[in-house]
């Protein structure tokens, strides 16, 4: 079993079994460093709730939730306020996944949960590469003077994961200086068949910031971004990503109280049901 404290596990058709489960669901409700709009800690409790307004079939992947072995572990309790800690408890908590040869599906919580999630995949299989879905490149070396945010993850990722096993797809926002390190890396993917060439034959994590959905499909969000995916554009790379070896996973950025109508909430479980078949 992992070691907790965890609060409510109650996502739709998951297994109270852990060890019969091939995927760990684990919440990670933090928005310590979210900076205009916070909220992103309300994420899992509300996409669990949401979760059972959709269908547990998917007709994408044809397969059922009661078809496949996940468990949702709940939410990991953090130290109110206490970056270190909360990033310390995450990497532990996966560490322990991937140590039991199970896969590790984080529910954000902000995207520097990645972070130690990622630190604990790495270890296990130095060979990983990553799959970044965002509209934001995250490659600041500092955002206000911090070091350690949601929007330094990938870069932070860069200093231990290979430029080139990164693989960054529907960013449409950044600073220059991002878009430099973007060019100079070759990071940013346009294609399915770049993406293979990419990521074919080795371990993948796959981290899906929610905000690469245009606003017009998934306003709750932190930092919304004009010119995003539609929901069907994301779920056709997931065709693509068919067959890959994901050993890792996270869904980050619901701030669900910025949309009242809770269709961003039903959205984001839903890209998580789809997920849960991709990574199966
Ligand atoms: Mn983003």
């Not at 604990?120 to 911090?146: Q, R, W």
């Not at 909430?265 to 997920?275: F, L, M, Y």
């Amino acid at each position: 079993m992992l070691t907790g404290p965890f609060l409510s596990k109650n996502w739709m058709a998951s297994t109270d079994n852990f060890n019969k489960a091939d995927i760990v669901m684990v919440g990670l409700p933090y928005d310590g460093t979210c900076c205009s709009r916070p909220g992103a800690r309300f994420g899992p409790a509300d996409i669990r709730l949401s979760s059972i307004d959709i269908e547990t079939y998917s007709p994408v992947f044809k397969k059922d939730l009661t078809d496949i072995k996940f468990y949702d572990a709940g939410e990991l309790e953090f130290q109110f306020g206490n970056r270190e800690d909360t990033l310390l408890k995450i990497e532990k908590a996966a560490q322990e996944t991937f140590s039991h040869n199970k896969k590790w599906l984080g529910i954000g919580g902000e995207h520097l949960i990645t972070l130690p999630a990622l630190k604990a995949c790495y270890k296990k299989y130095p060979e990983l590469s990553v799959i970044h879905f965002d509209a934001h490149a995250d490659l600041n070396d500092t955002y206000l003077n911090e070091s350690l945010c949601h929007s330094t993850v990938i870069r932070r990722t860069s200093e231990f994961i290979k430029s080139e096993n990164i693989a960054q797809i529907g960013i449409h926002s950044g600073t220059k200086e991002e878009y430099e390190w973007i060019e100079q890396h070759n990071t940013l993917v346009k294609t399915p068949d770049d993406l293979l060439k990419k990521v074919k034959n080795k371990p993948v994590y796959l981290t899906i910031d929610l905000d690469v959905l245009d606003p017009s499909v998934l306003p709750g969000t932190g930092t919304p971004e004009p010119g995003g995916m539609s929901f069907n554009e994301l779920i056709e790379w997931f065709i693509t990503m068919q067959g890959l070896n994901i050993v890792g996973a996270d869904v980050v950025e619901l701030s669900p109280h910025y949309d009242s109508s809770k269709v961003s909430s039903i959205t984001a479980a839903k890209v998580i049901r789809e997920v849960l078949f991709l990574i199966n």
